[in-house]
């Protein structure tokens, strides 16, 4: 399939994909903040500039395009110029296994929510990023009392 948009075109289409500031994100944060919930957005200090980081209680939150992420529901994988794509995608995907295991292995929680669970059911997602923070308080508290 041809694309139908000039290069010009397309070069100005891709060069507005936002990386960081989306609207998904910046509605998952708008309603952390309603509820209480303080962070830190797109940490470059933190590998992968999660973009929601929280680390009093080592938690860093992703939300995923499921373009960029390929999302099992949603993905289609572009028809021209494959070998760039293949590689592109495959390089992504890498790269998030990468994060989530070194995030693992120093005893971080890392959540990732697709960007159609973010626009499907917000107060599912903020409800589980709570009781996650619900959980790691409680353990400190525990931790504390002894």
């Not at 070069?11 to 509605?27: C, F």
């Not at 980081?53 to 529901?73: M, N, Q």
């Not at 070194?102 to 107060?123: A, C, M, P, S």
Request: hydrophobic share 35%; aromatic share 10%; proline share 1%.
């Amino acid at each position: 399939m041809v694309d139908n948009l000039s290069k010009e075109a397309r070069s100005k289409n891709m060069r507005a994909i936002r990386s960081t500031g989306t609207k998904l994100e910046a509605t998952v944060s708008k309603e952390l903040w309603r509820r209480g919930i303080r962070f830190r957005k797109n940490v470059k200090g933190l590998m992968g500039k999660p973009d929601i980081a929280i680390k009093k209680y080592k938690l860093v939150v992703f939300v995923d395009s499921c373009f960029w992420h390929v999302c099992d529901i949603h993905f289609r994988m572009p028809k021209s110029n494959l070998d760039y794509w293949e590689a592109k995608i495959e390089r992504n995907r890498k790269r998030d296994r990468a994060v989530n295991a070194y995030y693992q292995e120093i005893g971080w929680t890392v959540l990732r929510f697709w960007d159609h669970e973010v626009k499907d059911d917000i107060n599912g997602v903020i409800d589980s990023i709570s009781k996650v923070i619900e959980a790691k308080r409680n353990k400190i508290l525990d931790t504390k009392d002894r």
